[in-house]
């Protein structure tokens, strides 16, 4: 008879659990809101009063995840949002504004069928994923800027035209 030491079969136990934890989300994951998680700052008090006017539709999508502080999901995760993502820093990423919201096109992470945005120039800052099965992507960026106005803001998106010429080479 082998004797397995209570410590060694207390490992065992909870390895076991783990995997079978890791199973039960990887087959779980095309459940709305599954991976993604709260951003740093989502208890701030703006992202709550945000979550409070969360529309029932966005993009023509219903409003299926709030479960997680931060965060909502339209449909089978089409359209992702996150209040209290780290602040943007300057960036030459487009940006535009949507009825007095810049938003910064995210292209470096903006992949796998899906547009990243972020709010600019506000703090907390909302980002939002939304999905390429989204036709009306203006509209959502409508909509989520009335969402967002209350946001204070503290700066906002400047185009080339607004950057000062490098000074010319004396010589």
């Not at 783990?18 to 994951?29: E, F, N, Q």
């Not at 219903?62 to 502080?69: G, K």
């Not at 989204?134 to 106005?149: F, Q």
Request: some cysteine; hydrophobic content about 40%; overall charge negative.
């Amino acid at each position: 008879m082998v004797r397995v030491s209570r410590a060694r079969r207390a490992v065992v136990a909870v390895a076991a659990s783990a995997l079978t934890a890791g199973v039960l989300v990887s087959c779980g994951a095309d459940y709305p809101g599954d991976g993604v998680t709260s951003p740093p700052h989502a208890g701030n008090a703006a992202c709550k009063q945000i979550a409070d006017r969360y529309p029932d539709r966005l993009g023509g999508q219903e409003l299926t995840f709030t479960d997680r502080p931060g965060v909502a999901v339209w449909g089978d995760n089409t359209i992702v949002l996150r209040c209290g993502v780290e602040l943007p820093v300057p960036t030459i990423d487009p940006c535009a504004t949507v009825d007095g919201v810049d938003w910064v096109f995210r292209e470096d992470r903006s992949k796998d069928g899906g547009k990243v945005v972020a709010t600019y120039g506000r703090d907390p800052a909302v980002e939002a994923v939304v999905s390429d099965d989204v036709a009306a992507v203006d509209d959502v960026l409508v909509d989520l800027s009335a969402l967002v106005k209350p946001v204070k803001t503290y700066t906002q998106c400047i185009n080339m035209d607004d950057v000062p010429p490098p000074p010319s080479p004396s010589g």
